[in-house]
């Protein structure tokens, strides 16, 4: 006998497509929010150096900060690019 998949689990956000970049998902975190002002947005780790690539991030410090797009972003132990509040 076999033990049933947890298939009431949903592993992943259905509402978030997949294969999207990095750069795609901080976009569309960014477009969630009215007031960018004080918005400030974890990035996973281990996907830091993929968001740094490329143009339009303002260089980071040794902090694990950037800019894009007019919006904070800090690197942190998440799995998914998220707002800092709550944490």
Known sequence: MTDPAPTHIDQQDPGKPSGLSIREEA?????????????????PEERW??????????????EGEARYRG??????AVTAVVAQEGF
């Open 27 to 43: 976009d569309r975190e960014i477009e969630a929010y009215d007031d960018l002002a004080n918005l400030i947005l974890l990035m």
């Open 49 to 62: 150096a993929e968001f740094l690539e490329g143009e339009g991030v303002q260089a980071a410090d040794a």
């Open 71 to 76: 919006v904070l972003f800090r690197k942190a």
